[in-house]
């Protein structure tokens, strides 16, 4: 490609369908891409959404809200103690109100997302320009996290998968694919949980985001690669701390 062909492909961009297939073969391409000024980020957005409400529906069918909260119960034992201690009436009414908020939650997700897309990217934001000497914008960090999420569709279709062929009883919520090694090899009913609490962090689909975000802060940002892994990972591991001192804490 000469010099010509070079600009004026830079000057079009890619089309979003090409940036987020790209994200999984060539993510430089998709980042750069972004860096260019070609922001939007509503293919992703749409794609996560829609496998978003498949995974909602086939909770609901396959295991049931009720059974799914009954499943949490039981895998918290201050939630248990908390039940033994209710009367029958406050226990039916805890468990419609929490069967009712777990549903508004999973139908309000993609707007959920959307709040927390814009957290982490203005954490990252903050860290990558005035820590480190970046030059990214907000609305190229937003575009990165959104393309950099598009791996938790492997995620929530495994767990689809895996729902489909295990007993409703033993589905769970906050850990519903086998992509760590908690949910390979643990039992949350028996084990520690500040050992599963850590052991779920070391997840295949979280570090390849990881991976990607690190990516696309660093190319969006103007800066080193290795600047991009300090700010991504620097912040899972502050994440990972308080999360496992939390389970420790409150097991």
Do not use: C
């Not at 922001?39 to 996560?48: D, E």
């Amino acid at each position: 490609m000469n010099p010509v062909e070079s600009a004026i492909e830079s000057a079009a961009g890619l089309s979003q369908l090409d940036r987020l297939t790209n994200t999984f073969s060539d993510p430089s391409r998709t980042f750069e891409d972004i860096r260019n000024g070609h922001r939007s980020w509503w293919l992703p957005f749409i794609v996560l959404a829609i496998v978003s409400y498949i995974f909602f529906g086939a909770v609901s069918q396959r295991v049931g809200f009720e059974q799914t909260i009954q499943n949490q119960i039981r895998l918290n034992p201050r939630a248990q103690a908390q039940m033994a201690q209710a009367t029958p009436e406050q226990v039916q009414k805890m468990s419609s109100f929490t069967v009712t908020f777990t549903e508004v939650m999973f139908m309000a997700s993609p707007v959920i997302s959307l709040l927390y897309a814009i957290v982490v990217a203005a954490v990252f934001l903050g860290t990558i320009n005035f820590a480190f000497g970046g030059r990214a914008a907000f609305p190229d960090v937003l575009a990165v996290v959104y393309y950099a999420w598009l791996p938790t569709v492997f995620q929530m279709f495994m767990g689809i998968f895996v729902m489909w062929f295990q007993p409703a009883e033993s589905f769970n919520i906050k850990n519903f694919a086998p992509t760590n090694p908690a949910a390979l090899f643990l039992d949350p009913a028996t084990a520690s949980q500040t050992l599963y609490t850590f052991l779920t962090q070391i997840d295949v689909v979280t570090i390849w985001t990881l991976v990607l975000l690190s990516i696309g802060v660093s190319t969006v940002a103007g800066l080193k690669r290795s600047t991009g892994y300090i700010t991504v990972f620097g912040w899972w591991v502050i994440v990972v701390i308080f999360k496992v001192g939390s389970a420790a804490a409150f097991s």
